[in-house]
Structures are given as structure tokens and as C-alpha cells.
Nanobody
């Protein structure tokens, strides 16, 4: 069974930084596609960043230049470094894994999810 556990969320002022971590069990990060999504109240879950088995990364336009996704294959941890945070980044952030071949940007492309970690950015 794949289990994902996010940590590192919190409350920061605009311009601040946070690093989210996702500890994974039952699945190796080197195996396939991993992603970070977020969901604000009243909004749909949206893709933030993804990293595939070849370590190719992709981030949403709204966070480009500010957020970086990475993974520690030895420790089996996925990270999301978030800099220059804005109030509109406020959301619940979720770690996700796709255990099938391939990668994607939609929530439906991923079949394992963590419980989420809250990020709140104040102006």
C-alpha cells in the first residue's frame, strides 16, 4: 500500500518561504511520476508541480520562478520549495503519486494521495 505523508506547512507573511516534504512508503520515488497539488476553499484542486522518473520537472505558470520540486531518492522523500509566497498561494497542499507508467497534470492522473498540509500566506 502506498502511503504519503506531507509536512512543512504553516503560516507565513507574503514574501516568505516554506519547504514542504512528503515522506513516502510502499512506493519508490525513482519509479514514476510524483506531484504536488493544491486546493483552496471553494476551488478545484490544481497542479502545482510534478517530477517524473527521469527527474524532469514541470511547474504551473502561477508558481514558475518561485516554487521548485525535487526528490531525495535515497530517503524516498519529495520536496516542494516555495519562495516569494503570495496570499494567493494559500491552500491545502497535497503530495501525489502515479504508480502507473507515464505522468500527468490532472488529479485523475494520480492514484495515491496524502492527507495534505495547510499553507497560509498573509499580506
Amino acid at each position: 500500500e502506498v502511503q504519503l505523508l506531507e509536512s512543512g506547512g504553516g503560516s507565513v507573511q507574503a514574501g516568505g518561504s516554506l519547504r514542504l516534504s512528503c515522506t513516502i512508503s510502499g512506493y519508490r520515488v525513482v519509479t514514476g511520476c510524483m506531484g504536488w497539488f493544491r486546493q483552496a476553499p471553494g476551488k478545484e484542486r490544481e497542479a502545482v508541480a510534478r517530477i517524473d522518473r527521469a527527474d524532469a520537472t514541470s511547474v504551473a505558470d502561477s508558481v514558475k520562478g518561485r516554487f521548485t520540486i525535487s526528490k531525495d531518492s535515497a530517503e524516498n522523500i519529495l520536496y516542494l520549495q516555495m519562495n516569494s509566497l503570495k496570499p494567493e498561494d494559500t491552500a491545502m497542499y497535497y503530495c501525489s503519486a502515479r504508480t502507473a507508467i507515464g505522468c500527468g497534470y490532472r488529479p485523475i492522473d494520480y492514484n495515491a494521495w496524502g492527507q495534505g498540509t495547510q499553507v497560509t500566506v498573509s499580506s
